[in-house]
Protein backbone atom coordinates (compact mmCIF):
# COMPACT_ATOMS: atom_id res chain seq x y z
CA UNK A 1 0.00 0.00 0.00
CA UNK A 2 1.55 3.40 -1.48
CA UNK A 3 2.45 5.77 1.43
CA UNK A 4 1.68 9.60 0.52
CA UNK A 5 2.86 12.38 1.78
CA UNK A 6 1.30 16.18 1.27
CA UNK A 7 3.52 19.10 0.97
CA UNK A 8 2.82 23.08 -0.12
CA UNK A 9 0.44 24.26 2.10
CA UNK A 10 0.34 27.48 4.07
CA UNK A 11 -1.18 30.79 4.39
CA UNK A 12 -2.40 33.20 2.14
CA UNK A 13 -4.26 35.59 1.22
CA UNK A 14 -7.85 36.10 -0.41
CA UNK A 15 -7.22 35.78 -4.12
CA UNK A 16 -4.20 34.28 -3.47
CA UNK A 17 -2.53 30.78 -4.73
CA UNK A 18 -0.85 28.09 -3.80
CA UNK A 19 0.47 24.60 -5.60
CA UNK A 20 -0.20 21.55 -3.17
CA UNK A 21 2.12 18.28 -4.09
CA UNK A 22 1.38 14.49 -3.03
CA UNK A 23 4.57 12.18 -3.10
CA UNK A 24 3.40 8.91 -2.93
CA UNK A 25 6.43 5.96 -2.04
CA UNK A 26 5.64 3.61 -4.99
CA UNK A 27 4.05 3.57 -8.52
CA UNK A 28 0.33 3.90 -8.72
CA UNK A 29 -1.31 1.57 -11.04
CA UNK A 30 -3.28 2.46 -13.99
CA UNK A 31 -6.63 1.75 -12.47
CA UNK A 32 -5.83 3.28 -9.10
CA UNK A 33 -7.83 7.32 -8.47
CA UNK A 34 -5.89 9.87 -6.38
CA UNK A 35 -8.35 12.02 -5.17
CA UNK A 36 -7.48 15.58 -2.58
CA UNK A 37 -10.03 15.69 -0.08
CA UNK A 38 -10.30 18.52 2.24
CA UNK A 39 -11.59 19.18 6.08
CA UNK A 40 -11.93 22.30 7.69
CA UNK A 41 -12.58 22.09 11.64
CA UNK A 42 -15.88 20.55 12.89
CA UNK A 43 -16.85 19.45 9.09
CA UNK A 44 -16.30 16.24 7.48
CA UNK A 45 -13.52 15.26 5.16
CA UNK A 46 -15.03 16.24 1.45
CA UNK A 47 -13.87 15.51 -2.16
CA UNK A 48 -12.12 18.42 -3.75
CA UNK A 49 -11.21 16.89 -7.19
CA UNK A 50 -9.09 13.71 -8.42
CA UNK A 51 -7.49 12.11 -11.34
CA UNK A 52 -7.70 8.70 -13.08
CA UNK A 53 -4.33 7.46 -12.80
CA UNK A 54 -3.76 5.78 -16.14
CA UNK A 55 -5.79 8.24 -18.43
CA UNK A 56 -5.60 11.01 -16.64
CA UNK A 57 -8.69 11.87 -16.55
CA UNK A 58 -9.87 14.68 -13.95
CA UNK A 59 -12.84 15.44 -11.91
CA UNK A 60 -13.66 18.39 -9.70
CA UNK A 61 -15.98 19.71 -6.82
CA UNK A 62 -18.48 22.49 -7.95
CA UNK A 63 -16.90 24.15 -5.39
CA UNK A 64 -13.29 24.73 -6.81
CA UNK A 65 -14.26 23.86 -10.38
CA UNK A 66 -12.43 27.02 -12.74
CA UNK A 67 -10.03 27.93 -9.78
CA UNK A 68 -8.32 24.51 -8.67
CA UNK A 69 -6.12 22.20 -11.19
CA UNK A 70 -5.25 18.85 -10.37
CA UNK A 71 -2.27 17.04 -12.66
CA UNK A 72 -0.63 14.22 -11.61
CA UNK A 73 2.94 13.45 -13.19
CA UNK A 74 3.90 9.39 -14.11
CA UNK A 75 7.46 9.23 -14.09
CA UNK A 76 7.39 11.17 -10.72
CA UNK A 77 4.33 9.12 -8.74
CA UNK A 78 3.25 12.73 -7.71
CA UNK A 79 0.38 14.66 -8.61
CA UNK A 80 -0.42 18.76 -7.58
CA UNK A 81 -3.26 20.90 -7.08
CA UNK A 82 -3.02 23.89 -8.13
CA UNK A 83 -5.35 25.97 -5.93
CA UNK A 84 -6.46 29.47 -7.49
CA UNK A 85 -8.32 32.56 -6.72
CA UNK A 86 -8.09 30.95 -2.75
CA UNK A 87 -11.39 32.40 -0.55
CA UNK A 88 -11.45 31.92 3.41
CA UNK A 89 -14.07 28.97 2.70
CA UNK A 90 -11.06 27.13 1.32
CA UNK A 91 -9.49 27.15 4.53
CA UNK A 92 -9.02 23.30 5.71
CA UNK A 93 -6.45 20.36 5.86
CA UNK A 94 -6.46 19.02 2.67
CA UNK A 95 -5.61 15.22 2.05
CA UNK A 96 -4.29 13.34 -1.01
CA UNK A 97 -5.26 10.04 -0.97
CA UNK A 98 -5.55 6.61 -3.57
CA UNK A 99 -8.47 4.43 -4.37
CA UNK A 100 -7.24 1.43 -5.47
CA UNK A 101 -11.08 0.47 -7.02
CA UNK A 102 -10.84 3.68 -9.29
CA UNK A 103 -13.29 6.85 -9.39
CA UNK A 104 -15.07 7.72 -6.30
CA UNK A 105 -16.02 10.83 -4.24
CA UNK A 106 -16.34 9.14 -0.88
CA UNK A 107 -13.71 9.35 1.70
CA UNK A 108 -14.18 5.83 3.40
CA UNK A 109 -13.76 4.41 -0.25
CA UNK A 110 -9.98 5.32 -0.34
CA UNK A 111 -6.93 2.91 0.50
CA UNK A 112 -4.37 5.48 1.64
CA UNK A 113 -4.11 8.80 2.75
CA UNK A 114 -1.10 10.95 3.62
CA UNK A 115 -1.29 13.05 6.51
CA UNK A 116 -2.56 16.30 5.44
CA UNK A 117 -1.35 19.83 5.19
CA UNK A 118 -2.79 22.82 6.70
CA UNK A 119 -3.81 25.50 4.02
CA UNK A 120 -5.25 29.08 5.75
CA UNK A 121 -7.00 31.84 3.26
CA UNK A 122 -7.21 35.42 5.12
CA UNK A 123 -9.83 37.45 4.64
Known amino acids: QAQLVESGGGLVKTGGSLRLSCQAS????????LGWFRQAPGQERVFVAGIRWGTGKTYYADSVKGRFIISRNGAAWTSDLQMNDLQPEDTAIYYCAIDRNGYSTIARDYDSWGQGTQVTVSS
Open 26 to 33: GRPYSSHF
